[in-house]
């Protein structure tokens, strides 16, 4: 994949802002909806309509700051590139480090889920050499993709979108017609801790703007097509999410001890080709999100290598095809290591606790980034953003008191070996 040449080109900006919307659409719309109305629902039972309701609201006042925050910025890094510019280097680089190894731990994991799916049809891929020869296969087509323009991976991305939003949008709308109504009861209030482990699990199934943002180098008139995407794409999810549930709620009497709610539910209404036809839905979503993260997750490397908090050669782009192709190598090649070895377990526990953290310092730095002389001008301005900077970032608290002690244990030592890796890159530029 090497160039003829190391010089180094401008990105190109090939992300129109169709092609934008269906990345964070399509980022946002993860596995998770495969198995989350279950576990919602066993959570909180019906009640899990308000839990929806709630998670998108707190998701739309996070959402609300990113569109100003990120109306300031037409450079690569998104939440990277905002916490450094507010609260300066040490943080930018914590979070780009521990955004960048949440990412490579998700697209890990994604990808074997990719394989349990496929396995169903063929089961000998479960495990073995074929398990390796399909990831092996996967990883390097997406990358490939990636690597040899941004405007082709944006087309490719938009496909797999409008594909998802066609396919379980049929499964959300057909499904309305066979609803039983008397399943909707609404028992006691479920408990505060029930209730706030429901909200965390849908708030994270909403996210995926936050990673959409990052490419933000490579999208035309970035600062005023970004805060629009990032509105439009939360109220398209929303209200499909939110079908799905009642969907799930309606037609499947024993939703709770599902393990493919979506599946199940198909069956029930659809018979057995329906449950076959989610299969396929799964592993279209699956392989929709691989595609969205092999985009997005090496412009990280690229962001923090721009701004010189990484070795400058991950800076670099190809003279022909304008992407950061040693970023896209690297990464790729460590999501391969992490999905054939399963060692991403580890490391995905520490999602929850990043995600609230960048959402809370970037919901932090529009004040500060009104306040700052020099900031650059917003083009997004949101009426009340103060008072709705403090009620996300209380909100993120809130969420975050109620995440495991393991979670902060892992995130502490991630955190840790981030630090250590700031401080000797830091002596290293002083030295040379």
Not at 138 to 145: C, G, K, N, R
Not at 383 to 389: D, F, N, Q, T
Not at 418 to 425: A, Q
Request: hydrophobic share 55%.
């Amino acid at each position: 994949m090497s160039p003829s040449s190391t010089s180094s080109a401008p990105l190109l900006r090939a992300i129109r802002r169709f092609d934008f919307i269906a990345l964070i659409i399509n980022i946002t719309i993860g596995a998770g909806i495969l198995g989350l109305p279950a576990k919602v629902y066993a959570l909180v039972g019906t009640w899990s309509l308000l839990a929806y309701g709630i998670s998108a609201i707190v998701v739309t006042l996070i959402i609300l700051c990113f569109a100003e925050v990120s109306s300031r910025f037409s450079g690569t890094g998104g939440p990277y590139l905002y916490t450094r510019m507010a609260f300066g280097p040490l943080v930018g680089f914590e979070v780009g480090w521990l955004f960048w190894l949440s990412r490579m731990a998700a697209f890990a994991s994604i990808c074997n889920l990719f394989v349990s799916y496929a396995a169903i049809f063929h089961p000998p891929l479960a495990d073995g050499w074929k398990r390796a020869t399909l990831i092996t296969l996967l990883v390097t087509s997406l990358a490939s993709i990636n690597y040899i323009g941004v405007k082709q991976s944006a087309r490719v991305n938009t496909i797999f979108t409008l594909s998802k939003l066609l396919l379980i949008g049929l499964f959300a709308f057909g499904g309305l017609f066979f609803i039983d109504s008397a399943a909707f009861k609404f028992p006691d209030l479920p408990g505060y801790s029930s209730f706030s482990q429901a909200v965390l699990l849908l708030i994270f199934t909403f996210s995926g703007f936050d990673v959409a943002a990052i490419p933000s180098g490579e999208v035309q008139q970035p600062q005023r097509t970004v805060p629009l995407s990032l509105l439009v794409s939360i109220g398209t999810v929303a209200v499909l999410f939110m079908s799905v549930q009642i969907v799930c709620i309606g037609t499947l009497p024993d939703l709770a001890h599902s393990e493919r709610p979506l599946a199940d539910a198909a069956a029930q209404f659809l018979g057995s080709s329906g449950a076959v036809s989610v299969t396929l839905v799964a592993l279209l979503t699956a392989l929709g999100t691989l595609h969205a993260l092999m985009l997005t997750g090496p412009r990280l490397l690229f962001a923090m290598a721009e701004q010189q908090q990484l070795p400058g050669w991950l800076a670099a782009t190809h003279p022909r095809f304008r992407t950061p192709y040693r970023a896209i190598v690297i990464t790729a090649t460590l999501q391969l290591v992490l999905a054939l070895t399963g060692t991403f377990l580890y490391a995905l526990t520490l999602s929850t606790l990043i995600r609230l953290t960048y959402f809370a310092l970037t919901c932090a730095a529009l004040p500060i980034l009104r306040r700052r002389t020099g900031a650059p001008v917003a083009q997004f301005n949101v009426a009340g953003g103060s008072l709705i900077s403090a009620a996300a970032v209380l909100l993120c608290g809130w969420l975050l008191s109620n995440s495991s002690l393991r979670e902060a244990r892992d995130a502490a030592i991630a955190g840790a070996l981030g630090l250590v890796i700031f401080i000797v890159l830091r002596r290293q530029q002083r030295t040379d």
